[in-house]
């Protein structure tokens, strides 16, 4: 979270009127003669003389032609932050338009807010959203993503101080997932992970949380002789001699594992011992797995298309046999669990284990339409997690910009998630590759933040882990919100999406909240707005949302 003390914000109170042939005019935006000037509007013929542009009166403008309709006002290009937030994200109809600019909502007139440095009309709320900070619910773990097989790629970017102020102070990233390495055979250099923990400890001003997770146990322990399954077959755990399924050799790997990371100075918060355990690969694809059973068992696969019994090892037994292997370590990592790859099933992993030896429920979203969740699921993946009194966390999703605020959300509120992982942190930007669904696209010297990064920053830049989620309550179907409470009390951040089709301007009901000062931030995916700082918020004023966009209001109180 990005700490730096927000300006006081002051109450509209006047706007200076100044005349043609009048001396120099007063400090701030002037008006002119026009009465309509800066009202809300439909058509052009409601702005006596003006023009309606983007549902206000003004004029349009440009270099040659600047406002002298408007004293006082400036000539503002379309891509100008306060024309954008004035057309609702979007670049405005015309090459500019004339609009008094203003520093805070002081320099403009009594119903006109200061948003992205130009003075604009405030609209009338339609929607509303009440905070209930007296009702805790969740604490946040925290949020960030998987750096999976990119740790070299980060490691050898060309500009670090760049890549690392966009991962962690930027983005207010908090948990690193990291694909375990280490192989029985040799020391892979792990050597990357530790730079890379150690850059966000340094930038985050504290240490992030480690996980680590594996992807498939090494290729002796593979039934297939290799970490890649392309067969469901044998896609799982190798057997011993005596034709048991070798859980031994696999905990004897994941204590080495840990002894090996603890050596370059990495100790992981949380373990996950399989990624994906009731998944394996089909079709030909050919990618990292090792399937196991919630208990040891048989279970039909069709090959070629003919259905044939395989027997797979139970998820209790692999879990039992680390735990166990784990207690000689000097420092225990705490174990997640089961990180299925759907939003189902967990219970079903979950009801064979010992629960006294898991700390998180953890699972990943694949298969899952963020446009149409199966909240039904989700709810009930939020009661396993209270039932088990452990947190609840989503470790591995993707999605576009705006599919991955609404995933973000309903993993949230209806799921009660703690903690929130993007599949990649960061993905090549061209070739067969290409991931958009990354944080952060990297090639060659160029870095560039993508959707689902400004989607996350509404939520992970400015909370904490430790923070609590309080009650937040919608009057209109479509309109999403959640709000988090700091450990002190003095801080407030509320997060708002629109998944409806109308725009929307929101009050917000604080209840008994003092407000000390404000931010507002906004992404509208359909526009070019980024993460926009549309300036100081005023209690007073309403929130404009339109449709697939997200806000972002900061509060001091």
Not at 1 to 22: I, V
Request: proline share 7%; net charge negative; aromatic share 6%.
């Amino acid at each position: 979270m990005n700490h730096s003390k927000l300006p006081s914000f002051a109450l509209c109170f006047w706007l200076t009127t100044a005349l043609f042939g009048c001396e120099p005019p007063a400090p701030g935006p002037q008006g002119d003669s026009h009465t309509n000037w800066l009202r809300t509007c439909n058509t052009d013929d409601e702005c006596g003389g003006l023009s309606c542009l983007c549902g206000v009166c003004t004029a349009r403008c440009s270099a040659e032609d600047a406002c002298s309709v408007a004293p006082g006002s400036s000539c503002l290009p379309a891509t100008h932050a306060g024309s954008v937030a004035l057309c609702a994200g979007q670049a405005a109809p015309h090459s500019g338009m004339c609009l008094p600019t203003c520093s805070t909502s002081g320099d403009c007139a009594t119903g006109q807010a200061c948003v992205a440095g130009a003075c604009q009309p405030t609209a009338a709320p339609n929607a509303s959203v009440s905070i209930d900070t007296t009702q805790s619910l969740q604490r946040l773990t925290g949020f960030g993503a998987t750096v999976g097989y990119a740790e070299d790629q980060i490691a050898t970017y060309s500009d670090q101080a760049a890549l690392n102020q966009a991962m962690f102070a930027g983005l207010g990233l908090d948990v690193l997932r990291f694909r375990n390495r280490y192989t029985d055979a040799s020391e892979p250099p792990l050597q990357a992970a530790a730079d890379i923990v150690a850059s966000a400890a340094s930038s985050l001003g504290r240490a992030p949380l480690v996980l680590l997770g594996s992807w498939s146990p090494p290729a002796n322990l593979k039934q297939n002789g290799n970490t890649f399954c392309s067969d469901p077959a044998t896609c799982t755990l190798t057997t011993t001699a005596s034709g048991s399924f070798d859980y031994a050799g696999l905990a004897a790997h994941w204590q080495s594992s840990l002894e090996a990371y603890a050596r370059v100075g990495v100790q992981p918060d949380y373990i996950g011992i399989q990624n994906n355990p009731d998944w394996s690969p089909s079709g030909g694809a050919s990618l990292e797995a090792c399937k196991f059973l919630p208990r040891e068992g048989t279970e039909n696969v069709f090959v070629g298309g003919v259905g044939k019994p395989i027997q797979y090892p139970g998820y209790d037994r692999a879990l039992a046999a680390i735990v166990g292997a784990l207690a000689e370590l000097p420092t225990r990592p705490r174990i997640l669990a089961p990180e299925l790859s759907r939003i189902v099933g967990a219970s079903d992993y979950m009801s064979r284990l010992d629960a006294a030896t898991v700390d998180a429920v953890a699972h990943h979203m694949y298969g899952a339409d963020p446009n149409a969740l199966d909240l039904a699921s989700l709810k009930e993946l939020a009661q396993l997690g209270t039932d088990m009194q452990v947190p609840l966390f989503q470790t591995e999703m993707q999605a576009d910009g705006f599919g991955t605020a609404l995933l973000i959300h309903h993993s949230l509120v209806e799921g009660g998630a703690s903690m929130y992982l993007q599949t990649a942190l960061v993905g090549p930007l061209s070739g067969p590759a290409i991931n958009p669904t990354a944080l952060i696209g990297l090639e060659d010297e160029r870095m560039v933040l993508q959707d689902p990064y400004f989607a996350m920053s509404h939520f992970a830049r400015f909370t904490d882990p430790g923070w609590s989620r309080v009650a937040a309550d919608t009057s209109t179907p479509g309109l999403l919100s959640s709000a988090w409470l700091s450990p002190s009390r003095d801080a407030l951040t509320i997060v708002l999406v629109n998944a409806g089709t109308d725009a929307l301007n929101i009050a917000l009901d604080l209840g008994a909240e003092q407000v000390r000062a404000a931010k507002l931030r906004r992404t509208t995916f359909d526009g070019p707005e980024r993460f926009a700082d549309l300036g100081e918020w005023a209690a007073t004023s309403t929130v404009s949302l339109p449709p697939r966009s997200l806000a972002t209001v900061v509060i001091e109180e």
